[in-house]
């Protein structure tokens, strides 16, 4: 059910020629449609650190596990709920029956596998995000928040659309709802 070894090849060929990587997928020279901000920042890691790609992602996926754990916290700290994090964050992976395979799915069967890839990253400033947004709607344009929510709901975006799409839905949600 993972597609790690897609993301593999992908850091493996920015790994190697950062400016014409190809696409590893296919052996051809058009480019991946995997290739974003996520892989880019850890090719470059790669290149300068000499880390080899297998272990990047590997570093990677328990990084987004700490931003997945950082981000719940800020989004109920955001609500006054900070002191809940840690039951949320049981109630989370452990809400699943069986693993759905997905991405975005952070069932714990599905983290191992799961948490190297950009939607893990991408959930994780979805969460920062929104976190942000309910500071903005409360105190204004006299906050930095909305200056700090641009680049996040775009990396979100370029890393993976789907997560980003559902992450905007979100903000819409709140908006309406006049979350503050």
């Not at 190697?16 to 996520?38: C, F, H, K, M, V």
């Not at 650190?49 to 800020?74: C, E, K, Q």
Request: aromatic residues 12%; neutral net charge.
């Amino acid at each position: 059910f993972a597609d790690a070894w897609e993301h593999h090849c992908v850091l493996l060929a920015l790994t190697q020629d950062l400016w014409q990587p190809g696409n590893p997928t296919y052996a051809s020279e058009i480019p991946s449609i995997r290739y974003s901000p996520y892989f880019l920042v850890q090719a470059v890691v790669c290149r300068t650190s000499g880390l080899d790609p297998y272990t990047m992602l590997s570093l990677a996926a328990v990084l987004n596990t700490l931003l997945l754990i950082l981000g719940v916290r800020a989004l109920l700290r955001s609500f006054g709920e900070e002191r809940s994090a840690a039951t949320a964050l049981v109630v989370m992976v452990s809400l699943y029956g069986g693993a759905p395979h997905w991405a975005g799915s952070y069932a714990l069967s599905d983290l191992p596998w799961h948490q190297v890839n950009p939607s893990a990253f991408s959930l994780a400033l979805v969460l920062f995000t929104w976190a942000l947004f309910r500071r903005f709607n409360r105190q204004g344009w006299k906050s930095p928040a909305f200056f700090a929510m641009l680049p996040l709901a775009a990396c979100a975006m370029l890393d993976h659309p789907m997560t980003g799409v559902f992450g905007l839905l979100g903000l819409f949600v709140m908006a309406a709802a006049g979350a503050s």
